[in-house]
């Protein structure tokens, strides 16, 4: 399985962005994907996960901001970001995986490329 998130860029605080993560196989039995982030000097930390069995679930900091989505039809997961703020400034990447303990705790072997979010005036 191939990982390309896109649709990052330059954005001024309060704007909107909608990553996409496209996944080259069949997600449709993923049961678990997350988005995850990375801010210079600091550790890759899980913002938003998705699962079959219990839905959404949201970093603190994110939270009322970030909606985690996928669709199967086009293998495709989504974040869309709204009211951007300058902590949320980071590389972006998405993982899936078929435990969702995995996905929470982010130990996955392969990381796709990211895609950078800079929240800047």
């Known amino acids: 399985v191939q990982l390309q998130a896109s649709g990052g860029g330059l954005v001024q605080p309060g704007g909107s962005l909608r990553l996409s993560c496209a996944v080259s196989g069949s997600i449709f039995s993923i049961r678990a994907v997350g988005w995850y982030r990375q801010a210079p000097g600091k550790q890759r930390e899980l913002v938003a996960a998705f699962s079959s069995d219990y839905g959404a679930n949201y970093v603190d900091s994110v939270k009322g901001r970030f909606t985690i989505s996928r669709d199967n039809a086009k293998n495709t997961v989504y974040l869309q970001m709204t009211r951007l703020k300058a902590e949320d400034t980071a590389v972006y990447y998405c993982?899936?995986?078929?435990?969702?303990?995995?996905?929470?705790?982010?130990?996955?072997?392969?990381w796709g490329q990211g895609t950078l979010v800079t929240v800047s005036s």
């Open positions: 993982n899936l995986d078929r435990s969702l303990r995995k996905v929470l705790a982010g130990t996955h072997d392969y």
